[in-house]
């Protein structure tokens, strides 16, 4: 695959998911209201942070 197409498609997939990401949180804001909507948007997103990044290190 051409270096450009591949940087093409991901550009074009961050737009889709982007425009995804506003219709989540307003369907997670009415169900579970604007604290804990938030919080649980804050939750799922650190841990599937810390799934792809691991967890961080502790300084001694």
Request: hydrophobic share 50%; with cysteine; proline share 3%.
């Amino acid at each position: 695959m051409n270096i450009s197409y591949k940087y093409t498609i991901a550009g074009c997939a961050a737009i889709l998911f982007w425009s995804m990401i506003v219709g989540l949180i307003r369907n997670v804001t009415e169900q579970l209201g604007p604290i804990g909507g938030a919080a649980m948007i804050y939750s799922v997103g650190s841990l599937f942070l810390v799934l792809v990044m691991g967890p961080g290190r502790t300084h001694e």
